[in-house]
């Protein structure tokens, strides 16, 4: 039974460090361009077109 509620309590430790990370990333910034990276494959790269 001892070691069912340890399986708990670190099963929510990492559930909490998922959860803060998601919301780490969120506050940061990383969800805010959601169209660029859809259509950037419809732009020509001038770059790396010079044949």
Same mark, same amino acid.
């Given at each position: 039974m001892k070691i @069912?509620?340890?399986l708990i $309590? @670190?099963?929510l430790?990492? $559930?909490?460090?998922f959860l803060c990370a998601?919301?780490?990333a969120v506050n940061d910034?990383?969800?805010e361009?959601?169209?660029t990276p859809s259509i950037r494959?419809?732009?020509d790269n001038k770059k790396g077109?010079?044949?």
């Open positions: @069912i509620l340890l $309590a @670190i099963s430790l990492v $559930a909490l460090g998601f919301f780490w910034g990383q969800f361009d959601d169209y494959i419809l732009f077109n010079k044949k």
